[in-house]
């Protein structure tokens, strides 16, 4: 596994493991707690993985406890990512709260869940519209001066806003959803992070598993798992969404690679800066994830993928009104 670099000279890498799925997310886990524990240890030691995604809003909490755990004894090896910036209220998220009071409340029970002294890379989880970013960033900023938090980022925030952010304290990473079928950060926040320096994260780069080939018309999404609530993935989307995955399987096919892999190679050959998180819970899909860095794309492979979204056409938009409302701002 080779490295790439973040913001702030930032070392991670260059594909990263998102955690939320070993606690939330996707259904019941096909495996128990010491099994996730397994499984991210084995990402560390076995696969060079050495950039871990968590959260204190995933589960609530249990997550960075398990996350915590997992990473103790490899601690001085990886590089963890958690978030603040949600009003948790029974359990359940009940809007945003990046209050530097509440900044510095989340910090300080992160550092405890994660049994650290220092979280490596602190994100506002959503820009909180009810709280000035600069005073987001100055909050953070005094966080590191007092060596609890090693680096501050931002998550699926608009371009104006992490400008605003970075005059403040240096952005070393900006997270948004981003792959072959969720193309909004190319716009503005990518020419965004490339004049200012800042390493781009893409959250869910399969698509939430679709761009595996793996979701099909015929999937069924029970309690617990996202995917039920997002009109991308109801079945006439996804019937339409289906041609997108069959032009990429073409490709994976003569490459001798899966259709994730190719989804990841492709992510990874957009900037040299750009660490994809894929998530998963089997130790199998992370050696899948972690090959995509030895699958190599021709310009115009790279070309024709580049253009495939606008060509075929995506169905449905990625979250629910209300979760669409939060991103960009």
């Known amino acids: 596994m080779h490295t790439r670099t973040l913001g702030q000279g930032l070392q991670v890498s260059a594909v990263g493991l998102g955690a939320m799925g070993m606690s939330m997310g996707y259904g019941p886990n096909p495996g128990d707690r010491d099994d996730m524990i397994g499984v991210l240890r084995y990402a560390v030691e076995q696969a060079g993985v050495t950039f871990i995604d968590t959260a204190e809003v995933y589960g609530p909490y249990v997550n960075e406890e398990l996350v915590g755990e997992a990473l103790a004894p490899l601690r001085d090896g990886v590089v963890i990512a958690t978030k603040f910036g949600w009003d948790i209220v029974d359990g359940k998220m009940a809007g945003t709260d990046s209050r530097p009071e509440q900044i510095r409340r989340v910090a300080d029970a992160s550092l405890r869940r994660l049994q650290t002294d220092v979280i490596d890379l602190f994100y506002q989880h959503r820009v909180d519209p009810n709280v000035p970013i600069e005073d987001v960033a100055g909050t953070v900023g005094e966080l590191v001066a007092a060596g609890k938090v090693r680096h501050f980022g931002l998550s699926e925030a608009g371009a104006a806003t992490i400008r605003r952010a970075h005059a403040v304290h240096p952005v070393t990473a900006v997270q948004s959803e981003y792959s072959l079928w969720t193309r909004d950060p ?77 989804a990841l190679a492709w992510l990874l050959a957009q900037q040299p800066w750009i660490v994809p998180i894929p998530g ?31 060509r075929i056409g995506v169905r449905g938009d990625r979250y629910n009104a209300v979760h669409m409302a939060r991103v960009g701002l």
């Open 186 to 262: 190319e716009p503005q926040v990518l020419p965004t992070c490339a004049e200012l320096g800042i390493g781009f994260v893409p959250f869910s780069p399969l698509g939430k598993g679709f761009l595996t080939g793996t979701v099909t018309t015929g999937s069924q999404f029970g309690d617990g798992d996202i995917r039920a609530t997002l009109p991308r993935f109801e079945a006439e989307n996804l019937t339409a969404n289906e041609a997108l995955v069959a032009q990429v399987r073409v490709l994976a096919e003569a490459k001798d690679a899966t259709t994730g892999q190719i």
């Open 280 to 310: 998963t819970r089997r130790r199998n899909r992370i050696d899948e994830n972690v090959g995509s860095t030895q699958v190599a794309l021709s310009a115009d492979e790279v070309a024709d993928l580049n253009g495939l979204a606008a």
